[in-house]
């Protein structure tokens, strides 16, 4: 069983669209996390939502919005995109906020044309 | 603020070799430390962690990672290399409530390539 899951896997779309990524986590944890993976390999965070409630927002643009539904899932959403935003997003769930193991998505590649 | 440090960029080694990777960390108290590896086209897996207690940490993959606090490095090490070891490895510092942190902080990776 996928512990969490992300889809799509692959997203190509051109400059200006809005698309989503989904996230699922079924382990139970009560914080979910969006990480993106830029073309350095280089790992930022970007949100992250503890039981719904959004806990971190790195200086991130108004274009990207995260939803919470509930617990398990944590979305995000993209407008207007942009070339720069192209990466591979990550996201991940922890049972807590500090001392708690981080498990990570397989990962979503956004190329924006 | 935290952060983490990976020295090596790009590490080749034989199969059947040693291998040492490292990462040095900058944090005032005790952190909590992470080594994670992605395959290629892959998601982040845990190898091993270090929250307290003994220094030396036994991960999966025949990996194990050194906590030294003089040095503020956590390295990462495994006695033989397998040709399936071949990935990016981060380093990362937890979340903590010192620094208000709320989020791992990862180094740059180590790109690890293993030759026949």
């Known amino acids: 069983d996928t512990a969490v899951s992300q889809t799509p896997k692959y997203l190509v779309t051109q400059m200006g669209n809005d698309k989503s990524i989904k996230c699922e986590q079924n382990l139970g944890h009560d914080t979910m996390y969006w990480y993106k993976q830029d073309s350095k390999k280089f790992l930022k965070i970007m949100f992250s939502y503890n039981n719904k409630e959004l806990i971190i927002n790195e200086t991130v643009p108004n274009r990207f919005s995260p939803k919470s539904p509930d617990k398990a899932h944590l979305n995000l959403h993209i407008n207007s995109l942009e070339l720069g935003d192209s990466a591979v997003y990550f996201c991940?769930?922890?049972?807590?906020?500090?001392?708690?193991?981080?498990?990570f998505g397989p990962g979503t590649r956004l190329t924006v044309l | 603020a935290q952060s983490v440090t990976q020295p090596d960029i790009h590490i080749t080694v034989s199969e059947g070799a040693s291998l040492e990777l490292r990462c040095n960390y900058s944090?005032?108290?005790?952190?909590?430390l992470f080594w994670y590896v992605q395959s290629p086209g892959q998601g982040l897996q845990l190898l091993l962690k270090y929250f307290s207690g003994d220094t030396l940490v036994q991960g999966i993959k025949g990996f194990e990672a050194e906590f030294k606090r003089s040095q503020s490095s956590f390295n990462l090490r495994k006695p033989s290399v397998h040709w399936s070891d071949a990935a990016e490895y981060f380093c990362a510092v937890g979340p903590s409530l010192d620094t208000g942190r709320r989020a791992l902080t990862f180094g740059s990776g180590t790109r690890l390539q293993v030759q026949p």
């Open positions: 944090y005032g108290a005790t952190p909590y």
């Open positions: 991940a769930s922890s049972e807590g906020l500090v001392a708690d193991t981080q498990y």
